[in-house]
């Protein structure tokens, strides 16, 4: 180090000489801290693997990130089945919405169960919280580098509102937006409007949690090229979809691209359940777990039990939506009761799920008593003809995309089974000849429609709710038996008006590798792979 502290002073001592006459005398010892600083500088180039200066005012790894170093820039993960599209307007199983996370965005998203703001860069309203107006980031841009306006959100909207695969429903909230749907009204009545870089919504009534609704997949705008191509505006692109893979590459036009520190997204299609878990023990995919791989049922155990695994709590219920009200069983509001008082949730969250997970509403195994009353409910009304059909024809369930969705069903069909010899036919997919009876089905919080399940959600305070409702649905004391009552006697409207059955609130189940940070699953079933880096 010194030969080379010397070799600099005697290059800078011998130019100084040759340009004595323009240059100025200066202390020796300012001549050795420039020198230093010199010799610093080189040596800091020379070394490799080094952060650049960039991220290291990012501050990723406050205090230690001088002493970090890059070690990957790409991650495997694993899907069970390609996605039937990639529009954020669609609806979406959760492994769809996974993917679809990483190459959209919205004006808000939810960050460790606070609102975020992503696109926007403000949101305010008026005193009555009718009228939002959302000020869009001036350096927006689509994944082809032309610019983000709020007229894109505009259209987008729109065509969110009149699409047949969309959910539309989820924004008639907004000012005359039903009607657009249904096609009475033009675009022109509908409650949002763009000018310039700030989109102002006018809904039906005040909605004080607005920010919290706006997290949803359809707020995220689309856009494509004139021959069809898709545009993100995401920290993902696109890059390649085959039947065994599907590539993602960092949008270089994202907005905040500088924070995205893994570059390379493999998701591997592996429809089969163990198979996946057993590629991350090889080391083929760097983390398994929901939203985008649901863990095997006969590997869950052996999961919770080892040191690589994270569970995090979701706002989603399972639940069992009722969907032939004409078959004799389910078209009364006593028996579709009397059918939810026979489910035992808390041994499909203790013994199938295995995670953490809870029943929801809290409530206990049901008794022989509260069985055999339920059962005498049910025969109640039916002669022994409707009861001999009911056992000659299958009554058809369907179930989920997953094993331990399936399994789930399969419980709810014994508990079932063991009231009313009811011979049921249970599916994947509904039969195009029969009329489905019941589905085992998940919902995903905020959403803003009596057909959806808003009212029930608290997330940790963003949502307006009662405390009542906070309380079942994430209970933090023991309740007393008077608010547990009430609280029984506030979820009787589900069965009974909506008839929804519901079972448990669902955890994220996790297993990655440690040196893997930034992992988090928010209470949505959001999880954002530009958070995550490799140390």
């Keep these: 180090m010194m030969r080379f502290i010397r070799t600099l002073r005697s290059f800078y001592i011998t130019k100084r000489r040759k340009t004595r006459a323009a240059a100025s005398y200066r202390q020796p010892a300012i001549v050795l801290a420039a020198l230093l600083f010199m010799a610093s500088t080189i040596l800091s180039a020379c070394q490799k693997n080094k952060l650049n200066?960039?991220?290291?005012?990012?501050?990723?790894?406050?205090?230690?990130?001088?002493?970090?170093?890059?070690?990957?820039?790409?991650?495997?993960?694993?899907?069970?089945?390609?996605?039937?599209?990639?529009?954020?307007?669609?609806?979406?199983?959760?492994?769809?919405?996974?993917?679809?996370?990483?190459?959209?965005?919205?004006?808000?998203?939810?960050?460790?169960?606070?609102?975020?703001?992503?696109?926007?860069?403000?949101?305010?309203?008026?005193?009555?919280?009718?009228?939002?107006?959302?000020?869009?980031?001036?350096?927006l841009r689509w994944s082809d580098g032309s610019r983000i306006t709020a007229e894109d959100y505009r259209q987008s909207w729109l065509r969110y509102l009149t699409e047949p695969e969309a959910e539309a429903y989820r924004a008639w909230i907004i000012l005359n937006a039903e009607a657009f749907t249904q096609g009475k009204v033009t675009a022109e009545k509908v409650g949002i409007k763009a000018q310039d870089d700030t989109l102002t919504l006018t809904l039906q009534r005040p909605l004080p949690n607005l920010p919290a609704w706006l997290t949803q997949s359809f707020f995220c705008p689309s856009k494509f090229t004139a021959d069809g191509k898709a545009l993100y505006n995401g920290a993902y692109q696109l890059s390649s979809v085959s039947e065994k893979d599907i590539k993602l590459q960092a949008?270089?036009?994202?907005?905040?691209?500088?924070?995205?520190?893994?570059?390379?997204?493999?998701?591997?299609?592996i429809p089969d359940e163990i198979q996946a878990y057993e590629a991350y023990h090889t080391g083929i995919i760097d983390f398994i777990g929901e939203p985008f791989y649901a863990?095997?049922?006969?590997?869950?155990?052996?999961?919770?039990?080892?040191?690589?695994?994270?569970?995090?709590?979701?706002?989603?219920?399972?639940?069992?939506?009722?969907e032939n009200?004409?078959?004799?069983?389910?078209?009364?509001?006593?028996?579709?009761?009397?059918?939810?008082?026979?489910?035992?949730?808390?041994?499909?969250?203790?013994?199938?799920?295995?995670?953490?997970?809870?029943?929801?509403?809290?409530?206990?195994t049901p008794d022989q008593a509260m069985r055999q009353q339920a059962t005498e409910t049910l025969k109640k009304g039916l002669s022994a003809a409707d009861l001999e059909s009911l056992t000659d024809n299958s009554t058809v369930g369907v179930g989920g995309q997953t094993i331990l969705e399936n399994r789930l069903l399969v419980s709810v069909s014994k508990d079932w089974l063991n009231a009313l010899r009811?011979?049921?036919?249970?599916?994947?997919?509904?039969?195009?000849?029969?009329?489905?009876?019941?589905?085992?089905?998940?919902e995903q919080a905020p959403t803003d429609s009596p057909?959806?399940?808003?009212?029930?959600?608290?997330?940790?305070?963003?949502?307006?709710?009662?405390?009542?409702?906070?309380?079942?649905?994430?209970?933090?004391?023991?309740?007393?038996?008077?608010?547990?009552?009430?609280?029984?006697?506030?979820?009787?409207?589900?069965?009974?008006?909506?008839?929804?059955?519901?079972?448990?609130?669902?955890?994220?189940?996790?297993m990655t590798r440690p040196n893997l940070v930034g992992v988090n699953v928010d209470k949505t079933g959001r999880m954002l792979l530009s958070d995550l880096q490799w140390r």
């Design 251 to 269: 949008n270089r036009f994202y907005w905040d691209e500088v924070n995205v520190w893994l570059k390379d997204i493999n998701i591997k299609v």
């Design 422 to 442: 009811i011979r049921f036919h249970l599916l994947r997919v509904a039969p195009p000849d029969k009329p489905v009876d019941f589905r085992y089905c998940t």
């Design 451 to 510: 057909d959806s399940l808003l009212q029930l959600w608290s997330l940790r305070h963003m949502l307006q709710l009662d405390k009542k409702t906070e309380q079942a649905v994430w209970p933090t004391s023991e309740l007393s038996d008077a608010e547990e009552a009430e609280l029984q006697q506030l979820w009787q409207k589900l069965p009974t008006e909506l008839a929804l059955l519901p079972l448990t609130t669902r955890f994220a189940l996790i």
């Design 295 to 322: 863990i095997a049922k006969d590997r869950r155990a052996a999961a919770v039990s080892s040191a690589e695994h994270l569970t995090f709590p979701l706002a989603r219920l399972g639940y069992i939506k009722l």
């Design 53 to 139: 200066s960039i991220e290291e005012k990012l501050g990723k790894d406050q205090g230690t990130i001088e002493q970090q170093t890059v070690k990957r820039r790409d991650l495997n993960v694993a899907i069970a089945a390609l996605p039937r599209h990639q529009r954020p307007e669609f609806a979406q199983t959760l492994t769809e919405k996974a993917l679809i996370d990483q190459l959209y965005e919205g004006p808000v998203t939810f960050h460790n169960n606070r609102i975020r703001l992503q696109q926007a860069e403000k949101i305010t309203s008026n005193a009555a919280k009718t009228v939002w107006t959302i000020k869009l980031r001036p350096d």
């Design 325 to 364: 009200l004409k078959h004799p069983l389910f078209a009364a509001a006593e028996k579709r009761q009397a059918l939810y008082t026979l489910l035992d949730a808390p041994f499909q969250a203790r013994v199938i799920l295995q995670d953490g997970s809870a029943a929801w509403p809290q409530r206990l």
